[in-house]
């Protein structure tokens, strides 16, 4: 197997002489789980329709599975497993037809397809939806069976994006589980999430965009420790503005997200102090996470 699953170099893309690919180079080793962050717009999905070979790129030069894309991208095809943004599944069908119809795509006999479904749908947990119509399916399950014909290939790769969007807590603790058995078998992924939760857990290493230029690389624990690194409080409830002044020479920084103020502070025990006897506040201190990242990168700093 090539040593790279994915590659750019230089890849740039416009629309109407907008940029949103922006001479990206990057490459995803075999059986990595990839994470493509970024704020609505920042080039995610285009990513993953240039991996496909579905959107040409203006320049620089892509291989997926050890071939060119989009010169040979009907080859690269058939070792990759898409969940796209937004399902494109046939309503009018039923599961199993879903699959069947998917799998003919491949070049798969029907005898083949009819003998891996089973596993497929026991996969997605869809057992008993097998001759139910999509269009009768809820949300979840509908994107369960994307992930489902997403399989039908056994492909070495997969292209997700935001695979859970839309999704209750419990059918994403689902996805996760089913995305990480996959991860245990040797596939790649490429996955993209604006859930900083499930890409701290599956991510072995985050890609995050801004305008189509990457802006921070690495894993989730690394870009904690480099972004953040102390602890933080959430204060709801006050004015932002008011209290960012009350408590600044005790904090690192601030940030206005919404009505939240988020506090880093090395030591969280004096930003307490400085707020005792200010009533109807709630505070939260926690330990900082991906999403503390994401909105230092990709967010409006109020001050530093
Ligand atoms: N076919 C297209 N024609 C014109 N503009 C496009 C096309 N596809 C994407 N764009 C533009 O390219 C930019 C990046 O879009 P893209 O869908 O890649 O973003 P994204 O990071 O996936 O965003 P989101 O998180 O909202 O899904 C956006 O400004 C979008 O409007
Ligand atoms: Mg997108």
Redesign the pocket.
């Known amino acids: 197997m090539s040593s790279v699953a994915v590659g750019f170099a230089g890849v740039t893309k416009s629309?109407?002489g907008k940029t949103?690919v922006d001479g990206l180079s990057f490459t995803v080793a075999p059986g990595e789980c990839f994470g493509l962050l970024?704020p609505?717009?920042?080039?995610?999905?285009?990513i993953a329709r240039m991996i496909l070979g579905m959107t040409q790129p203006d320049a620089g030069k892509i291989t997926v599975l050890g071939v060119p894309v989009p010169a040979r991208g009907r080859l690269a095809r058939k070792g990759i497993g898409v969940v796209p943004?937004f399902d494109n599944l046939d309503s009018e069908f039923t599961v199993r037809e879903n699959l069947l119809v998917f799998g003919r795509y491949f070049g798969m006999s029907t005898r083949a397809i009819a003998a891996i479904i089973p596993s497929l749908l026991e996969f997605a947990r869809l057992a008993n939806k097998a001759d139910a119509r999509v269009a009768d399916l809820s949300g979840g399950m509908r994107r369960r069976l994307t992930l489902a014909r997403a399989l039908i290939n056994d492909p070495q790769l997969l292209v997700m994006d935001e695979p859970t969007t839309g999704l209750d807590p419990h059918a994403r603790h689902l996805i996760w589980e089913r995305l990480r058995f996959l991860l245990a078998r040797g596939k790649t992924i490429i996955l993209?999430t604006?859930f900083m939760e499930e890409a701290e857990r599956l991510c072995d290493r985050l890609y995050v965009l801004e305008h189509g230029r990457n802006i921070a690389e690495g894993s989730p624990h690394a870009l904690i420790e480099e972004h953040i690194g102390c602890h933080v409080i959430e204060i709801f409830g006050g004015n932002p503005q008011e209290l960012s002044s009350l408590i600044r020479p005790h904090v690192q920084r601030i940030e206005v997200s919404g009505e939240t103020l988020f506090c880093y502070a090395p030591d969280p025990e004096k930003v307490r102090v400085q707020l005792r006897g200010h009533a109807g506040l709630r505070l939260l201190q926690r330990l900082p996470n991906l999403e503390d990242v994401f909105l230092r990168l990709t967010g409006q700093e109020l001050e530093k």
Do not use: M, R
């Open positions: 629309y109407s949103v970024g609505n717009g920042a080039g995610k999905s285009t943004q993209t604006h």
